[in-house]
């Protein structure tokens, strides 16, 4: 066999092995490349701070992350968390409810929502109220769910004023002094009734 052609046919075979490795590689990255990439996120926001027995209102997001398109989707909000009502919600785009969102990077990928609440009763001190929205879905044929929860401080009860009692001044009455008489002046006096006494004695 010619020399040139038994180098050229080891050429090939040495590259049988690299190219076997070259297609593998690429398979593998256009399999990772076509996966599907799920899940949801959600966020919401609600009032740092607000009176007893008043009402306010929480918004939310809840938004696709994943490269498929999300159905089905449920949003529910737990006031007060744990133990309260649990109590579903819409998700609108453009004011509209919607059960489905677009893939991630699309304008239809999240959807927003507004949640009315009323604060409970004060007490002494102030004190957290917790809620939790609850975000579950279907992608790509697995279910996928997001939960966030927020925190809105009650402020504690305004102490009610109480009036303390003005005293009213008393006029305190000023002792009469009654005039007193010294004994001499009592004997003087009793020689002038006997005198007088005497004296009409006679007349008669």
Known sequence: MPMPFRVFRAFVRSLGPAFLLAVAFLGSAGSLLGQVTTGLGATKGCPPSVPPDSAFQCTFTVHNVGNGAVTNLVVTNQVPFPGGPITPQNCNQG??????LGAFGTPTDTCTGTIDETAPACGPAPFDFNDQLVASATQGGFPVAATTANSTQILACTPTPTNTPTPTPTNTPTPTQVPTLSFPMMAL????LGGAGLFLARRQ
């Open 95 to 100: 004011g509209i409810p919607v059960t489905s």
């Open 189 to 192: 006096l009793g020689l002038l």
